[in-house]
């Protein structure tokens, strides 16, 4: 199984970025899917995650900004990030939960390699 991130950069404060994650070898419809970041000196924190049916959930620190979608006919996941801060700065990773789970990083089965997003104030 494979995740590849991407969309990453550098944007000014209240800018947007769309991320996707492309997934491969045979998991994706049937399994919740999430992005979570990692900002230097700090633990990996959940932004988004949406279940197989589609019901969402944010982080309080992005709500309203940031919407979290999936395209299972092209196996993708997004996340569409509006009004960007420079706290939103971390490397930023999908991930694949196993099945039956939805949250938690220890319900996480694969994990992607990352993209990098920063926000210049």
């Known amino acids: 199984v494979h995740l590849v991130e991407s969309g990453g950069g550098l944007v000014q404060a209240g800018g947007s970025l769309k991320l996707s994650c492309a997934a491969s070898g045979g998991i994706f419809s049937n399994n919740a899917m999430g992005w979570y970041r990692q900002a230097p000196g700090k633990e990996r924190e959940l932004v988004a995650t949406?279940?197989?049916?589609?019901?969402?959930n944010y982080a309080d620190s992005v709500k309203g900004r940031f919407t979290i979608s999936r395209d299972n006919a092209k196996n993708m996941l997004y996340l569409q990030m509006n009004s960007l801060k420079p706290e939103d700065t971390a490397m930023h990773y999908c991930a694949a939960y196993k099945y039956g789970y939805s949250s938690g990083i220890s319900g996480v089965r694969y994990w992607g390699r990352g993209t990098q997003v920063t926000v210049s104030s």
């Open positions: 949406i279940s197989s049916g589609g019901t969402t």
